[in-house]
């Protein structure tokens, strides 16, 4: 199972690429669906498979799993479509409310299609809440990488590409991680809502909130650090400065570092409660 998802990866990278190279070559439209979907279920669906061989109770089925992954996944992007829709508003706490959003209807979808779950280990919990949430991220990465093939100037296969590869190496850290951290507390509470899986929402929700904000907190950053007297006056009066490249320099390091501090500590979350449950089963086998 292990090299299974490894050579699921490869060859849907090579058959991705070579759609890519032939839609390209061709200008054949007819190949841009394929290109969209093969583009965002890859990276998905190789860590559904990998996950699935890290180890789990036989609750873990393979049927469950594609419940999971494609009922978990569409029921949450309508759900977070739905609710966005009547909720949002621009406004400060807009990310927050996305958060709050978004990880509530995957945690939702995850109790729907566990629901007939008998036994609750941790670690299945673990896993199935990465399945709903990269089923989540697929089909919500399909959506993106649709929109940007529109431009101005016509359909854009360039950006379409690009907008899929950086959501791909996006991808495992967060929707999927999110939604792990959430289900192994949900399982750890034996598939109930209690008071700890009300509090580990409310912690995704918050690491969510911070990764969509991102590009924001290091632009505000960028400016209180390396603003000029100009381009305070500038947005004091409700015009957009221009930036200078040493800006943009900071502004693209305070980004990224942003993200990789906030990946760190999901990552870290999700290690403590997968050793948790790895801890607390031995005790019980004891």
Not at 129 to 137: H, L, Q
């Amino acid at each position: 199972m292990r090299a299974l998802w490894l050579r699921i990866f490869l060859t849907g990278l090579a058959l991705w690429l070579a759609t890519v190279v032939v839609t390209g070559w061709t200008g054949n439209s007819n190949l841009v669906p394929t290109v969209v979907l093969f583009g965002s279920f890859l990276v998905p669906v190789t860590f559904v498979v990998w996950a699935y061989g890290r180890g789990r109770s036989p609750e873990v089925t393979v049927e469950r799993l594609f419940v999971a992954f494609v009922v978990g996944g569409v029921l949450g992007v309508l759900g977070a479509s739905l609710l966005e829709s009547w909720l949002l508003r621009p406004s400060l706490l807009m990310y927050v409310l996305v958060g709050l959003i978004e990880e509530g209807v995957k945690l939702a979808a995850l109790v729907f299609v566990t629901r007939h779950v008998v036994r609750h280990a941790t670690r299945d919990g673990v896993v199935l809440g990465a399945t709903v949430g990269f089923g989540f991220a697929a089909f919500e990465s399909s959506g993106y990488a649709f929109n940007a093939l529109f431009t101005a100037g016509g359909l854009s296969l360039t950006q379409l590409v690009e907008t899929e590869v950086l959501r791909g190496i996006l991808t495992p850290v967060g929707h999927g991680l999110w939604t792990a951290i959430a289900g192994g507390a949900l399982f750890r509470a034996g598939g109930r809502v209690t008071g700890p899986v009300v509090l580990t929402y409310l912690g995704v929700s918050l690491l969510h909130a911070l990764w969509d904000s991102m590009s924001a907190i290091a632009i505000a950053v960028t400016l209180v650090l390396t603003g000029r007297p100009w381009q305070f006056e500038l947005l004091r009066i409700g015009r957009v400065p221009h930036v200078t490249p040493w800006q943009v320099h900071v502004y693209t390091l305070l980004n990224w570092a942003g993200l990789i501090v906030i990946s760190l500590v999901a990552l870290g979350w999700l290690w403590t409660t997968v050793a948790t449950a790895r801890r607390d089963r031995g005790i019980l086998s004891q």
